[in-house]
């Protein structure tokens, strides 16, 4: 299963790697892809995983998910 | 004794925590101060301190001093 967060604010490979890491924290995820250009952020997750921890995930690391 | 470097390329919090606790392994350096709008750096340091190895901390975390 993938998911795609639109996330704002993320400038350099730092925020990149901080977004990332947030996220394969989740339980149930299995990867995750940024594309800084865009700010898209491909999940990809076990049906279980829960969307709501995908989003606090991101935003405890300062960044907005639209 | 103070040192300003210009430094470009620090976008982002992450950029700057970087490049502060690069130039703080730096032999002799006491303090380092970040505007991430300017590129300021501001190093206080010790006489002894060499300003080659301050460019080089910087640029090590893939920053250009300029």
Do not use: I, P
């Not at 730092?14 to 977004?19: L, N, P, T």
């Not at 995750?32 to 690391?61: I, P, Y």
């Amino acid at each position: 299963m993938e998911t795609t967060l639109k996330v704002e604010g993320m400038t350099c490979g730092h925020c990149k790697s901080a977004v990332e890491g947030a996220l394969k924290e989740v339980d149930g995820v299995n990867d995750v892809n940024v594309d800084l250009d865009t700010g898209n952020v491909k999940v990809s997750h076990a049906d279980s995983a829960n969307k709501v921890e995908m989003r606090e995930a991101v935003e405890e690391q300062g960044y907005d998910v639209v």
